[in-house]
Structures are given as C-alpha cells and as structure tokens.
C-alpha cells in the first residue's frame, strides 16, 4: 500500500510482542490447565492464548482502530481501513504445554494482496525476527540486531535441512510425498512450529513442509521468510497467506525442486 509507514507499523507490531511477552512467560512452565477446540485432532487452547490476544486486541483498538484483526482466539474484526493485523496468540501451543521452547508469538500487518510485514517473537529465549515481505529481515536478541539471511548456496533437497511441526499429520498421497522428500534430504528436524521459519531465514533450516495451515499461522512467517531471501509458496506454487498447504525454501532453485516433488498432492 503506498501510503504505509513501515517503521511505524514495525514499531507496533514490537509493541503488540512486547505486551504479549510477560503474559506468555507468566504461563509457561507453570502446569496451567488446557482446554481441546473440538476438532478431530487434538487442538490445545490455554489460558495464555486468550490473555494475548486480547491484550493485542485492545491495543490495535486504541492504536489503529480503523484496521481490521484476525486472530485465532476471537472472531474477527472487520476493519475500514483495508489493512487487517493477523495474530496467532501462541503459535505452537502444544509445544508450549509441554515446556519446550519452540512456540512463538505471531504477528502480520496484510494488506488487501497479503501480508506487508511481521514480527515472529519467542519470549522465552529472547529471539525477535521481523520482515517487511520482499526486502529485509531481522534478528534482535540481546539488545543486538542482525539482518537474516537464508542458506543461497542450499540448491538441493540432497543438501538441504528439513523440517515439519509433525509428519504424522499428513496422510495419503501429501504422506508418500513428503516421505520421499524428507528421505532425500541430508537432514530432519520436527516439530518446531512456526520458529522453523525463522531458523530457515536464519540460514539454518533450508525446507520447511506443512499442511492444513489456518491463515493465523502463516501470516507472519511470509515476511520473514521472503525478507531473508527465501520463498513461500502453496504447494501449487501460488500465494500462501490463506493457509493450507505451505512450502518455504531457501533458495528458488531448492523451492523449485521440492515443488515438482510435492505436485502429485497439490491442491
């Protein structure tokens, strides 16, 4: 949008993590109660989800109360200003219940074609990634900031670092896929939610695989991802922000391989 004040909107969004950090930390590690979303897999809600994102509400309803919010938690609020703050309170939560430090708070400003920009926070470990989609990405962490860059010399499934948040929750033919796929690569990692995404634009995993995405966790990892150098896409080789299935690659050369592979399951 032309009239988008990045350092502005970056500057809220740190807000929005830095009013979500405390409330997380309360909750983590202490043995809280958790509620399951009805769904046919197991789908934690805690009390930490619903504390941020209400808190991240009512901020965005003071600071910006002419854009709109999509979160996980609540129903959305539609806005007037063609801009809408997409959140996941804690993204990895059943990461958080239990103790490991992979969650992460998710933060993306879209505009009407997607998301502009994010922040990726993990309070526990002090890590904030940030991205403007397309033209940088960020590291603060210990009062230091870094740009991120993806792994550019990673071309190869054969040479690549792969992850999934879980790859028993694929089935079928998007299973035989990523089998394949994952058997190729020179290494596996799992279970790490949306902070692979910030260890690929950190040059460290170079493929991440995942399907069944809601658009709240996929928001902020675009920017991110693109900012470092990296690519996001569908399956299909499309725009990702809506969710659903999801490729992130380091290198075009390296999507571009994973992405004929994972052809036959594409929806």
């Not at 405390?22 to 989800?49: S, W």
């Not at 993806?150 to 929750?169: F, K, M, N």
Request: glycine share 10%; hydrophobic share 45%; charged share 20%.
């Amino acid at each position: 949008m032309p009239d988008l004040d990045v350092s502005a909107e970056l500057a809220l969004a740190a807000q929005l993590a830095d009013a979500a950090r405390p409330i997380a930390l309360q909750h983590f590690r202490t043995g809280l109660h958790v509620d399951a979303k009805p769904a046919h897999e197991f789908d934690p809600v805690t009390e930490a989800d619903r504390a941020i994102e209400a808190r991240i509400r009512a901020i965005l309803a003071e600071a910006r109360p002419e854009d709109g919010v999509l979160g996980e938690e609540q129903a959305e609020t539609l806005g007037q200003s063609g801009r809408t703050w997409v959140v996941d309170p804690i993204d990895g939560t059943r990461a958080f219940i239990a103790g490991l430090p992979t969650w992460c708070v998710l933060i993306a400003l879209y505009g009407p074609d997607g998301p502009l920009l994010s922040v990726i926070d993990q309070p526990f470990t002090g890590e904030r990634f940030s991205g403007v989609t397309g033209q940088g990405a960020w590291l603060d962490h210990g009062g230091s900031r870094q740009s991120l860059r993806t792994r550019p010399a990673v071309t190869r499934v054969e040479d690549a670092i792969l992850s999934t948040t879980d790859p028993g929750l694929f089935e079928g033919a998007e299973a035989d896929c990523f089998s394949r796929l994952a058997q190729a690569a020179k290494v596996r990692r799992y279970g790490l939610d949306a902070y692979a995404y910030a260890a690929l634009a950190a040059g460290g995993v170079d493929l991440v695989i995942e399907s069944g995405l809601k658009p709240w966790d996929v928001g902020a990892l675009i920017p991110v991802v693109t900012g470092a150098g990296g690519v996001i896409t569908n399956w299909r080789g499309g725009p990702a922000h809506e969710g659903g299935q999801m490729l992130a690659a380091a290198t075009p050369q390296l999507h571009a391989q994973a992405l004929e592979q994972l052809a036959a399951a594409a929806l």
